[in-house]
């Protein structure tokens, strides 16, 4: 079963930055469409950005400008670079598949303090 293990959070002060890592345990991402996704406390999960097998991507307009998606194909792994950070920002931060999506990983919590 693939795995995918988030990491890279941490509790950091507004206006900081944070760049998380998503690593799955199997190539097969490498030709799919990849997205990290966030889950604030009593919210649903939100799709935050995406990134193509190619590397076009795209954003929620509440992260534009502040955050960058990217992948490393080799290493089967996806990055958020997250910068200017908020306190709106707080939440578990998940990557996955799009479609058809895989088994959630446990997330890393980002904590923004104001």
């Known amino acids: 079963q693939v795995q995918l293990v988030e990491s890279g959070g941490g509790l950091v002060q507004a206006g900081g930055s944070l760049r998380l890592s998503c690593t799955a345990s199997?190539?097969?991402?490498?030709?799919?469409?990849m997205g990290w996704y966030r889950q604030a406390p009593e919210k649903q999960r939100e799709l935050v950005a995406t990134?193509?097998?190619?590397?076009?991507?795209n954003y929620a307009d509440s992260v534009k400008g502040r955050f960058t998606i990217s992948r490393d194909n080799a290493k089967n792994t996806v990055y958020l670079q997250m910068d200017s950070l908020k306190p709106e920002d707080t939440a578990v931060y998940y990557c996955?598949?799009?479609?058809?999506?895989?088994?959630w990983g446990q997330g890393t919590q980002v904590t923004v303090s104001s």
């Open positions: 996955n598949r799009r479609f058809p999506t895989l088994p």
């Open positions: 199997t190539s097969t991402i490498s030709i799919s469409v």
């Open positions: 990134i193509t097998s190619g590397g076009s991507t």
